[in-house]
């Protein structure tokens, strides 16, 4: 899978997910630092990118179906220790062949993890 992280997201986790066979580059990397919400979306959706990112408000959007795959973590921290456990956690997902598109948030509550998928038509 093509993913791209977003500014938040350390790069211990790019280093996870490219040891699990995906494709991984950075919005920086990509020279998307500094576009707004839509516009990276817009980029996503154009060059076939799944956005993960640190930022909950891609999982408040109201989705289209044009949408791309979107991943938000919902950490009690960003720290790279607890993004790489967060991301590991997700692989299971993201190492589908084709997992469906939509908004996917994990959130971290106390000890536990919860993943949720939303996808266009769903409340946000």
Same mark, same amino acid.
């Given at each position: ?8 997201? $350390? +790069?211990?986790?790019?280093? /996870?997910?490219? &040891? ?7 919005? @920086?990397? %990509? ?33 289209? $179906? +044009?949408?791309?795959?979107? /991943?938000?973590? &919902? ?7 607890? @993004?790489? %456990? ?39």
């Amino acid at each position: 899978m093509r993913l791209l992280l977003d500014e938040s997201v $350390p +790069a211990e986790a790019a280093s /996870v997910l490219r &040891d699990a066979g995906h494709r991984v580059a950075t919005v @920086v990397g %990509r020279n998307f630092d500094g576009y707004g919400d839509e516009a990276l979306i817009a980029a996503c959706r154009r060059e076939g990118w799944t956005l993960v990112t640190l930022d909950t408000r891609f999982a408040e959007r109201t989705r289209t $179906p +044009a949408d791309p795959r979107i /991943v938000t973590l &919902d950490l009690s921290d960003g720290s790279p220790a607890t @993004v790489v %456990r967060a991301v590991r956690a997700v692989l299971p997902v993201l190492n589908r062949s084709r997992p469906p598109g939509g908004t996917w948030q994990l959130r971290q509550n106390g000890t536990s993890v919860d993943l949720t998928f939303s996808s266009a038509g769903d409340s946000a």
